[in-house]
């Protein structure tokens, strides 16, 4: 069992990992926005999985 405190800042991971997915040759915000608008539009016009989304995306 650790004894240490936690700390008061907890810092994200995220920058990072975003910067290093985009350093990728041929990834660019345009890609990445082109490539979440045909999963929503998919996972929408999917029987199972749409109304799922539907009932907790409105945009």
Do not use: H, N, W
């Not at 490539?35 to 929503?40: E, K, R, T, V």
């Not at 749409?50 to 907790?56: V, Y």
């Amino acid at each position: 069992m650790s004894t240490a405190k936690p700390s008061a800042q907890i810092t994200s991971a995220r920058p990072e990992m975003k910067a290093a997915i985009m350093a990728e040759p041929g990834l660019d915000e345009g890609i990445l926005r082109d490539l979440l608008c045909a999963f929503y539009e998919k996972v929408r016009r999917d029987a199972v999985l749409g109304p799922t989304f539907a009932a907790r995306i409105a945009d």
